[in-house]
């Protein structure tokens, strides 16, 4: 079958760095996407990661190994505001995008 | 500019009843996205729209479900015969670009079978 998994909860420190790991097991692979999401919100796109290694948008870092089947989104310099659900996606060998359960983080003052 | 739009944002229905949930995307976007989404879950996906084609549909849960997207823009997501099992957020998402990479989410219809 179809998974994506990442851990459920992740607890920060504002200020401190956190990172939430990915790990897909797919049919296809084109890329691994990462979303973010408030309370009684819509998700928001973060980042995108076609080819192995790190992108960086700011506070906010996304890696992919491909061989690993494995990514991780890295927020630095945490902030409350950051407390939200994240979610990664695969996009499978065709149109179909597949979320991850998601992982919701609180960040504590 | 103007985001992704959903209407209506909250419909309660009764069981037996159909339902057609509207999506807007954004001007210019090829593909669109139906998603259904549990409260603590992730998007869970429904069809994908290429332009007017319906390109994957692999994600609708039964026959009760169809989608459209007749001149490539708005999208409808009928439910037919509702059930209360069909109470969820159903959200669509567009992209500028065929591969989806970067999905634009409308807030969500509410649905609420009684």
């Known amino acids: 079958g179809q998974s994506l998994e990442q851990p459920s909860e992740v607890t920060a420190v504002e200020g401190a760095i956190v990172q939430i790991n990915c790990t897909y097991q797919?049919?296809?692979?084109?890329?691994l996407s990462w979303y973010q999401q408030h309370d009684g919100g819509a998700p928001t796109f973060l980042s995108y990661?076609?080819?192995?290694g790190l992108e960086e948008t700011g506070r906010f870092s996304s890696f992919l190994s491909r061989s690993d089947s494995y990514g991780y989104l890295l927020l630095q310099e945490l902030q409350m505001k950051d407390s939200a659900s994240y979610f990664c996606?695969?996009?499978?060998?065709?149109?179909?995008?597949?979320f991850g359960a998601g992982t919701r983080l609180f960040v504590k003052a | 500019g103007a985001g992704v739009s959903q209407s209506p944002r909250y419909k309660v229905t009764k069981r037996g009843q159909d339902v057609a949930l509207r999506c807007d995307p954004i001007?210019?976007?090829?593909?669109l996205y139906w998603y259904r989404q549990a409260l603590g879950q992730g998007p869970e996906f429904l069809t994908y729209?290429?332009?007017?084609?319906?390109?994957?549909k692999s994600g609708l849960p039964n026959d009760r479900f169809s989608a459209e997207r007749p001149e490539g823009s708005i999208s409808t997501l009928t439910i037919q015969r509702t059930e209360q099992r069909d109470s969820a957020m159903y959200r669509c998402?567009?992209?500028?670009?065929?591969?989806?990479?970067?999905?634009?989410f409308g807030p969500g219809t509410r649905l609420t079978v009684t």
């Open positions: 990661n076609a080819l192995d």
């Open positions: 797919t049919s296809g692979f084109y890329g």
């Open positions: 729209f290429n332009y007017e084609a319906q390109q994957d």
């Open positions: 996606a695969v996009r499978d060998g065709g149109f179909k995008t597949i």
């Open positions: 998402a567009s992209s500028l670009m065929r591969t989806g990479d970067e999905q634009y």
């Open positions: 001007s210019g976007h090829v593909s």
